[in-house]
């Protein structure tokens, strides 16, 4: 399977498994180079990784990222994740937290808060779609071309093919809260209080069930708030140095 990943930086590695798109870019992971080793592999399915029909759940995305650190020949690490790339980072730690130094979870899905229910992303108009990303949307503008070209298009196609393929396999959300106690190292959980995608009520709800968890909630920010705010990106760097 063809694995792309970008890397800059030295120090203690940081991972980072991005979320269920890629368009926006990873500009706002810059500063943290200056105190790590970043690493930020495309998922399979993603980006400039290829595809993976086989891998249909978490877990064998959690079994692929095994060999991809094997072969990165690294033993333990920080690691981060978004949205979708957040319930994986969630999933992985379950499982592994011994590979695992310090754990960010940023606005992830997963948890069942029916008072604020998730947006249903198959039901919202494509062209809609990033209005309900970012608070200002002046954010990922630049990201976003007026005129789409269709390879533009088909990899949005395929990146949201590939989000629905795992969703669809783990969306049962009801087991999350057994396991969860098993998240033995510090964690940090990171959401934009403007979040259209996954409310911010989420977060109590996911550091009710991790042992120790802290929340930073970031203010007139959206589910991006990495790009969207620089002081959570400065958050996630101030914990884990």
Known sequence: MRVVLLTSGAGDPLVFFHGGGTFHGFDFARPWASQHRVIIPY?????????????????????????????????????????????????????HAHRLRKLVLVAPPGMHVPEHPPADLSRIPPEQIPSYLVEDIRVIAPHLPQQPSAEFLAERQREMQSLLRIMRHDSDDSKLPLWLHRVNVPTLIV??????????????????????????????AGHLVLDEKPEAAQSVAEFLS
Request: avoid cysteine.
């Open 43 to 95: 998922h399979p399915g993603w980006g400039e990784s290829g595809d993976a029909p086989n891998l249909t759940s978490l877990h064998d995305y959690v079994l692929h990222y095994l060999d991809l650190f094997d072969l990165l020949n690294l033993d333990r690490f920080n690691l981060v994740g978004l949205s979708l790339g957040g319930l994986l980072a969630a999933t992985f730690a379950i499982e």
């Open 191 to 220: 959401w934009g209080e403007k979040d259209r995608i996954i409310p911010v009520e989420h977060a109590e709800a996911w550091a009710k069930f991790i042992p120790g968890a802290r929340v930073r909630r970031i203010a007139a």
